[in-house]
Each structure stands twice: as C-alpha cells, then as structure tokens.
C-alpha cells in the first residue's frame, strides 16, 4: 500500500485547508485510515481516523474543526480543516491500517503551517 499525502500549506488563523492522502497499490481490505501530525518538539498525535464503515473519530483537540471523509472511488481520504489555529500547525501524515490494530503503511508528511 502506498499513501501520498498532498495539501499543506500556509495559511492564516481562522483559515482552511483540506488534505488528501490518496491510497494506491493493495488497497483492498483496508480496515482504516488515520491523520496524524507532529509538531516540532511534540509526539505524534493521531488527529482523526476513519473506517471502511465510515466512522470517524477525532482527537479532542480538533472536534468540531476538523472533518474526515473518503471516497471509495478515488481511494482517498480528505481531512477538512476549518478555523485553523497557531497550534495546529505541523507535519500532518496519512497512515493505513490492513492487516493489523495497528497503522503500518505510512505517507510522507505534508507540511501545515498557520500564522498569526
């Protein structure tokens, strides 16, 4: 499975941005996909994910802000970022869960940077 992440850019409080992770390869069986985001000095933090169901979840720190969602047809999965904040801004990464509990394919991170 290849995962490449697209989107990022710099934007200003209050702004928006949507990213992509488009799937590619044996994309079939996937059991989720999440976005993660890593500022510098911080951990990584999963920010939402979503299943084959359509379920989503999202990290507190996002609720209400943020939506995910995907399109089957593509094989990609969107992250809506709406009244983006100073600590929002990171490298935001797309990660695929298939044959385990745990994400095991990665994409290469996007860059997210929101000025005040």
């Known amino acids: 499975v290849q995962l490449q992440a697209s989107g990022g850019g710099l934007v200003q409080v209050g702004g928006s941005l949507r990213l992509s992770c488009a799937a590619s390869?044996?994309?079939?069986?996937?059991?989720?996909i999440g976005w993660y985001r890593q500022a510098p000095g911080k951990q990584r933090e999963l920010v939402a994910s979503i299943n084959t169901n359509g379920d989503t979840k999202y990290a507190d720190s996002v609720k209400g802000r943020f939506t995910i969602s995907k399109d089957d047809d593509k094989n990609t999965v969107y992250l809506q970022m709406n009244s983006l904040k100073p600590e929002d801004t990171a490298l935001y990464y797309c990660?695929?869960?298939?044959?385990?509990?745990?994400?095991?394919?990665w994409g290469q991170g996007t860059l997210v940077t929101v000025s005040s």
């Open positions: 390869g044996s994309t079939y069986s996937l059991k989720a």
């Open positions: 990660a695929a869960m298939k044959s385990s509990l745990e994400y095991e394919y």
